[in-house]
């Protein structure tokens, strides 16, 4: 009998490519139960490397997917590419992490460190529903998106360009899905995220001794994408000497690992985006134009949000149905978030310099404010994001408010109309969460547990994202360095080590 397929949330079926410094293999995942992880032989999944332990992890396949650390003896991490507070968290039994029996959620892209080896959750096969977060209705997203699948048959690169936050990965998803290598791994860096160093080590890997801290070989990233496809986000922030390796290997379909001498084959297609105009940094020397003429065989141009405003409505709907559900799991409420029509006429006036990012914040925030009733456009609280000081991708986060020391009394406000229109929030939310009758302590609200948990969620996204780099992290999140080392000092999270 046919071995049974566990399928991943995006409806496809489930598998570990498992990368040690001598060998890489794949291995498909059982429908059900669980499967031990580890370098003995009779373990579920034989990992052959010496960091691992006998029996080092467990994988259970839920819903939902977790991995368990056994008391190895190298200890078990995971770095999630949508990661929350419990995935963030470090499971190393021998370094007084959390004891044996806590588990971290997973996700399709995690990847799972065994010691010194690497395990990637993938989706195995093209099965994804290509039309479950896509979403085109203007007739110029249409003539892309036609383009887009007849070329994603061939070999030919692709790049996207379009303003920061237009859904260029999305259109590079559905590129790969829509090619004959749907059915091999989708490869998703972005380059911007990543110091020069860290991003020549993990993308061509590098061999033992390369430099210090090299005590294994380790295959690079574009080895681990063999047979599918490479998607390089932010493609103009590319360093100079990053762009004539990846030319060579465009023209070559080799790799040579850092400190390498043998060339490895490689079977990989570019997909790449940028919002910068490439021919303009070739003219100034900032970009190699062989590689943008390799890199470039068809350019797809993705029409910013403000010039597609027939598909701002079902966007916004989309996002609050999902944010709904991930806030208030389980309540019947999460299925449907009404939009009013006058919030749905302020989302249509709108400029969205942020795009389809910024229509995401802006409905994730206004569904926390609604507190489970009908969307208004006091809840968007859209004049704030039209400030142009403002970077156009900045997530306002809400403003704390200072401390006052044990021994002084703080001011109190001048009338009740006064208190409630010194704060943009406090006017948007609902009656029913503002205000507790006369000496009652209303206790901790669900509104502002909710506010601080996505908060707190967001931080954690920039920090992965940004591979712990504050500085990049903050400018992501639209705030000051200093505020985000406060934030992250009020939430308790661990101050983040440079990758």
């Known amino acids: 009998m046919a071995e049974p397929e566990i399928l991943s949330r995006d409806g496809g079926s489930l598998e570990l490519l498992i990368i040690t410094q001598s060998s890489m293999s794949t291995r498909q995942l059982p429908g059900s139960g669980s499967v031990v992880l580890g370098r003995d032989e009779d373990a579920g999944i034989c990992v052959p490397d010496s960091s691992v332990s006998r029996r080092h992890a467990v994988l259970h396949l839920g819903p939902p997917l977790r991995i368990e650390d056994l008391g190895s003896s190298n200890g078990t991490r995971v770095r999630a590419r949508h990661c929350s507070a419990a995935t963030e968290r470090l499971i190393d039994v021998g370094k007084g992490a959390p004891a044996r029996g806590a588990a971290v959620e997973l996700s399709p892209g995690d990847v799972i460190y065994l010691g010194a080896a690497r395990v990637v959750l993938r989706q195995k096969g093209g099965e994804r529903d290509a039309g479950k977060d896509v979403i085109v209705?203007?007739?110029?997203?249409?003539?892309?998106?036609?383009?887009?699948?007849?070329?994603?048959n061939g070999p030919?690169?692709?790049?996207?360009?379009?303003?920061?936050?237009?859904?260029?990965?999305?259109?590079?998803?559905?590129?790969?899905?829509?090619?004959?290598?749907?059915?091999?791994?989708?490869?998703?860096?972005s380059c911007v995220a990543l110091s020069e160093s860290?991003?020549?080590?993990?993308?061509?890997?590098?061999?033992?001794?390369?430099?210090?801290?090299?005590?294994?070989?380790?295959?690079?990233?574009?080895?681990?994408?063999?047979?599918?496809?490479?998607?390089?986000?932010?493609?103009?922030?590319l360093p100079p000497s990053i762009q004539a390796k990846l030319l060579r290997v465009i023209e070559e379909r080799k790799v040579m690992r850092v400190g390498g001498l043998t060339p490895i084959k490689i079977d990989v297609r570019f997909v790449s985006a940028t919002h910068r105009d490439l021919e303009a940094e070739v003219s100034r020397g900032a970009f190699r134009q062989d590689l943008y003429f390799r890199l470039n065989g068809v350019t797809l141009s993705i029409p910013p949000l403000r010039e597609r405003p027939g598909e701002v409505a079902a966007l916004a709907q989309l996002f609050a149905e999902r944010t709904a559900k991930e806030l208030f799991p389980g309540e019947a409420s999460a299925a449907f978030v009404p939009i009013s029509p006058a919030a749905l006429a302020a989302l249509q006036r709108h400029s969205w310099p942020g795009n389809i990012r910024e229509l995401r914040n802006v409905i994730e925030r206004a569904v926390i404010l609604a507190n489970g009733a009908p969307i208004g456009p006091e809840h968007l609280l859209l004049s704030s994001l039209a400030d142009p000081t403002r970077p156009s991708h900045a997530m306002p986060l809400p403003a704390r408010p200072p401390q006052t020391p044990s021994n002084a009394r703080a001011p109190e406000p001048a009338s009740a109309s006064a208190s409630a229109s010194a704060s943009p929030i406090a006017r948007s939310v609902p009656d029913g969460a503002k205000s507790a009758p006369d000496g009652v302590d209303p206790g901790p609200t669900r509104l502002r547990d909710a506010m601080e948990a996505h908060e707190r969620e967001r931080i954690v996204q920039a920090l992965e994202q940004c591979m712990g780099n504050q500085t990049r992290a903050a400018a992501l999140l639209g705030i000051s360095r200093r505020t985000l080392v406060e934030r992250i000092r009020v939430y308790g999270l661990p101050r983040p080590r440079k990758a």
């Open 137 to 152: 209705k203007d007739d110029a997203m249409r003539a892309v998106y036609e383009l887009a699948e007849r070329v994603a």
């Open 156 to 189: 030919i690169n692709i790049l996207l360009l379009g303003e920061t936050g237009a859904g260029k990965e999305v259109l590079a998803e559905s590129i790969h899905r829509a090619s004959p290598r749907a059915s091999r791994p989708l490869l998703r860096l």
């Open 198 to 237: 860290l991003l020549e080590s993990e993308l061509f890997g590098h061999e033992r001794g390369a430099f210090t801290g090299a005590v294994r070989a380790k295959p690079g990233l574009l080895e681990t994408a063999e047979g599918g496809t490479v998607f390089l986000d932010e493609i103009g922030e």
